[in-house]
């Protein structure tokens, strides 16, 4: 269970392409601590999520490069166990330190059962290329914006039906639903030859990059409507400079594989993610800063 390997898939750096999902959810939790905050980021990035990689992994049995791994080593039966560990420290940290938040409890019970839904064999979402699309960017999104509301707020689950709750929450998962087909456009042969039809696969490589760069401006254009509606009209403008840098890259690359296929590949998937996730995450740590007057008490301004 402890070989060097098995520590490998959990791929605890990977959280950090999750992490402003999270620092988005801080925005819209009105009852804030510094230890939930801490506890709640720790529950998610280094127990829940590499819990799901690391299941994901030991059923797929890739050969070649996966997220945040280029060359993943072989796995064995230790590692499902050490998945089913990390899951259990996760959930068991949540009673700790949310105690009496059972909403909080089920709704991370309800993320775990939907990621291994994705892979074991008995379901396998993953060869379903609609299907698997909306429930990986559902989950990974607005849920886990709702799983941060909950569990920050201890409220009750109705109250993530609310505008202000909802709206994020979807908008979360409109980026990912964008962004999703991105990270399998170099794992074509790898998911064709175990039957895994995925939405890139469907797409194409030119149709994955064109899906990819409709949805995030529509998705774009709904995060700036929703800035201009619930905070003020200069986030929805930050906002899209804060994504230039993520733009610029990603037309410079398609531009790249326009002319040669191969560039479609794990290294330049990887800088795409790296990039857009310290867009995304440094603005949402400014909106949470701003928006909350976290910055005029430190005295920044």
């Known amino acids: 269970m402890f070989k060097t390997s098995n520590w490998l898939h959990l791929?605890?750096?990977?959280?950090?392409f999750l992490l402003p999902i999270y620092l988005f959810a801080l925005s819209i939790s009105p009852n804030l601590s510094e230890g939930g905050l801490?506890?709640?980021?720790?529950?998610?990035?280094?127990?829940?999520y590499p819990a799901s990689n690391a299941f994901n992994s030991y059923f797929d049995k890739d050969e070649?490069?996966?997220?945040?791994?280029?060359?993943?080593?072989?796995?064995?039966?230790?590692?499902?166990?050490?998945?089913q560990?990390?899951?259990?420290?996760?959930?068991?940290?949540?009673?700790?330190?949310?105690?009496?938040?059972?909403?909080?409890?089920?709704?991370?019970?309800?993320?775990?059962?939907?990621?291994?839904?994705?892979?074991?064999?008995?379901?396998?979402?993953?060869?379903?290329?609609?299907?698997?699309?909306?429930?990986?960017?559902?989950?990974?999104?607005?849920?886990?914006?709702?799983?941060?509301?909950?569990?920050?707020?201890?409220?009750?689950?109705?109250?993530?039906?609310?505008?202000?709750?909802?709206?994020?929450g979807l908008l979360a998962s409109a980026i990912l639903w964008g962004s999703y087909p991105m990270t399998q456009i170099y794992q074509h042969e790898e998911d064709a030859k175990r039957g895994d039809i995925t939405l890139s696969i469907k797409l194409g490589t030119k149709g994955t990059f064109i899906f990819t760069g409709v949805f995030f401006a529509l998705a774009s254009l709904g995060y700036f409507f929703y800035f201009r509606e619930y905070f003020d009209v200069k986030y929805g403008f930050i906002f899209l400079g804060a994504m230039a840098p993520v733009v610029l890259y990603f037309s410079w690359w398609f531009m790249k594989v326009l002319k040669e296929a191969s560039l479609a590949n794990y290294t330049n998937t990887m800088r795409l993610n790296w990039i857009s996730a310290t867009c995304l995450g440094g603005f949402f740590l400014y909106l949470f800063l701003d928006s909350s007057h976290v910055l005029s008490v430190v005295g920044v301004y």
């Open 11 to 16: 791929r605890v750096h990977f959280s950090y």
């Open 85 to 168: 560990l990390f899951d259990i420290l996760g959930l068991s940290l949540s009673l700790v330190f949310f105690p009496g938040n059972y909403t909080l409890f089920f709704m991370l019970i309800v993320y775990i059962l939907a990621s291994r839904a994705y892979s074991h064999p008995m379901v396998r979402l993953k060869k379903y290329a609609i299907i698997s699309w909306l429930i990986a960017g559902f989950f990974q999104g607005a849920w886990v914006v709702w799983i941060v509301f909950i569990g920050l707020d201890d409220f009750s689950f109705n109250q993530i039906f609310k505008p202000h709750v909802i709206i994020p």
């Open 38 to 48: 801490l506890w709640m980021l720790i529950i998610l990035h280094l127990f829940i």
């Open 64 to 83: 070649k490069s996966i997220g945040g791994l280029k060359n993943p080593p072989p796995v064995d039966k230790n590692l499902f166990y050490l998945s």
